[in-house]
């Protein structure tokens, strides 16, 4: 797959070295331009490029957000228009600002971000578990047994495109439902939330919704 990331810090990196260890051709990109990114580009080799956000998202089949949930106003919207992304972001007010719709639940920050990207499949996951964790425990428990990614979209077929790359790094995907629904069972405070939990367990907390 081309992957592309916006988003080069912990989690964004993290990814892109985990899909190019998949064989997937990654774009990845940051606020500050792909001059900033020229060693993190020769680190993960010659199927990964630096590029400007817009860039990576016309590149990717698969568009991963890695940002700051504060910065989901400044996404580019028209170059994520009828693409699969995947929302690995979190609200953290303390760092984001307060979002009241945000802190009294009326809405989950999945939905703020479909909300401003129309035209995209947005799909929420790898946001449940640490950037450290995430690149270390992939394939941890070889093909019987493998951590728990939870995955929520309100599109069945974007849903099932992520859920591939889910497995193809190395995780067990978890349907947890639609934006509203399963996206809040996954977002900073709950229980399965830096949990860690192999999939069967992480399956038995989260439930489904529709």
């Known amino acids: 797959m081309r992957i592309g990331l916006i988003g080069a810090g912990h989690m964004g990196s993290t990814l892109a070295h985990l899909c190019v260890e998949a064989g997937d051709d990654v774009a990845i990109a940051n606020s500050r331009g792909p001059d900033t990114l020229r060693d993190l ?8 490029v630096a590029a400007t ?59 703020l971000i479909q909300r401003e990207l129309p035209g995209a499949h947005v799909v929420k996951a790898f946001n449940a578990m640490r950037w450290d964790h995430l690149r270390d425990y992939h394939h941890s428990a070889g093909a019987l047994r493998r951590y728990g990614i939870p995955v929520s979209s309100d599109d069945p077929a974007a849903k099932w495109r992520v859920m591939d790359l889910v497995e193809q790094l190395g995780y067990e995907p978890v349907d947890a439902g639609s934006l509203r629904a399963g996206g809040r069972k ?19 907390r989260i439930g489904i919704d529709a």
């Open 41 to 48: 580009e020769l680190m993960l080799g010659e199927h990964a």
């Open 186 to 204: 996954h977002q900073p405070g709950t229980d399965v939330y830096t949990a860690d939990l192999w999939a069967d367990e992480l399956r038995d």
């Open 53 to 111: 956000p817009d860039e990576a998202a016309r590149f990717g089949d698969i568009v991963v957000l890695a940002v700051p949930f504060g910065q989901y106003q400044d996404l580019p919207a028209a170059a994520l228009s009828g693409k699969t992304v995947v929302d690995a972001c979190n609200y953290y007010p303390q760092r984001d600002g307060h979002h009241a719709a945000l802190d009294d639940g009326r809405v989950t920050s999945s939905e």
